[in-house]
């Protein structure tokens, strides 16, 4: 059961769906044996073309929209959740935020390495008092001769204990703060005063936050990507996108979970009768089927508004909330299904309930995007009185 895509799209799927099968999918069974990330990956991401594929053609990149990025995610995330992250290190926001906003000079330091796998890049917002509240922001970064001292500290940044340079927000003016407060800076590792203080393993397989701490580190002025007081509106500029490609995420996931799920009752025999037989195993996975249709509905109009022009922050966090709620239900009710094999460590059902609790969470919480949901609705209510 699919949504119709256009010709050229359903091709690029049905390619997809081969690579990932033939190349991914088996990378996916030796993380879940080794829970390491094998090297072999990022050669192969970036030989077929995978690296930095939103990025303009002149700055080494596939320059492909955001729409077939978004496919391949899904596409990626049937196999395992690592390999978006993948994708969203040389694609997603940090890339896509200097590839938009960043001087031919940051370009040309960061992003060649990007595309061709030899660095990777993270995005530093969240803080302890201060997650998707910019409000309550401590990390400071002072104006000095040359360049900024930055001060503060920042958790939970995933990929931020591997990353070679990260994008960080930090408030330059306390008295605007959102409104022309916040800048954003490109920091390397290794800059004096920079340090990753401890990694956090999570309930997803391999993946690690970071909590970085920021000591009298002096930056130049170069590394100011945008305007200065311009970084709280590259932070939400991105992370729309971002939205939308965790949405395709939970959708790749929920398909699998949903095949392995049908396959599963089709094979499964207890009490003499297959569970395919059975109708309590029919509807969940009806209803699986049901909410994944939906999904795809809701996030691929909304991609065809990206492609019209069109602003969809709201939209995108509404393709977030319904997505990533989704996909905690089909994989509830896969485990369910699966019986005791679904929580063996040894079966990749089990592996999939983990991971996506993460999207609950990730690019702002559901109880976030309900309020900024909530926000729009009432923008449109004052336009109508």
Not at 213 to 234: H, K, M, N, Q, S
Not at 258 to 283: N, P, Y
Request: with cysteine.
């Amino acid at each position: 059961m699919d949504v119709e895509l256009s010709p050229e799209l359903t091709e690029m799927r049905a390619a997809l769906r081969k690579f990932v099968t033939r190349e991914l999918e088996p990378l996916a069974r030796r993380m879940d044996e080794t829970n390491t990330v094998p090297p072999e990956l990022v050669p192969l991401l970036r030989d077929n073309g995978y690296l930095g594929m939103r990025l303009d053609p002149e700055l080494g990149g596939g320059g492909i929209g955001l729409v077939p990025y978004c496919l391949t995610i899904e596409e990626f995330a049937r196999a395992h959740r690592y390999f978006t992250l993948a994708l969203d290190y040389s694609s997603g926001l940090t890339p896509a935020a200097l590839a938009k906003h960043g001087t031919p000079a940051q370009q040309a330091a960061y992003l060649p390495g990007l595309v061709n796998g030899t660095i990777q890049a993270s995005f530093a917002l969240t803080e302890p008092d201060a997650g998707s509240d910019s409000a309550a922001m401590r990390t400071r970064a002072e104006k000095i001769d040359g360049g900024w001292k930055i001060n503060g500290r920042k958790h939970y940044i995933s990929g931020g204990g591997d990353a070679d340079f990260i994008l960080l927000l930090a408030v330059t003016d306390p008295e605007k703060r959102a409104r022309g407060g916040i800048t954003a800076f490109l920091v390397d590792r290794g800059t004096p005063g920079f340090t990753v203080t401890r990694e956090e393993e999570t309930i997803s397989s391999i993946i690690k936050l970071a909590e970085l701490t920021f000591e009298d580190c002096i930056v130049p002025d170069t590394a100011v990507l945008g305007r200065v007081g311009g970084g709280f509106a590259v932070a939400m500029e991105t992370l729309t996108s971002g939205r939308l490609g965790v949405s395709c995420a939970c959708i790749g996931a929920a398909d699998r979970l949903l095949e392995m799920s049908v396959d599963h009752a089709r094979t499964r025999t207890t009490f003499g009768e297959k569970l395919s037989e059975r109708q309590a195993i029919q509807w969940m996975l009806a209803d699986s089927a049901i909410e994944l249709r939906a999904a795809r509905a809701l996030v691929y109009d909304t991609l065809r508004q990206v492609e019209a022009g069109n602003d969809v922050g709201s939209a995108a966090s509404m393709c977030k909330v319904y997505c990533s709620e989704m996909v905690g239900r089909v994989a509830d009710r896969a485990v369910q299904i699966h019986g005791g094999m679904g929580l063996v460590r040894s079966y990749p059902v089990e592996r999939f309930y983990r991971d996506i609790r993460h999207y609950r969470v990730g690019e702002g919480t559901s109880e976030i995007q309900r309020m900024l949901i909530a926000r729009a609705l009432f923008r449109e209510a004052e336009t109508r009185a």
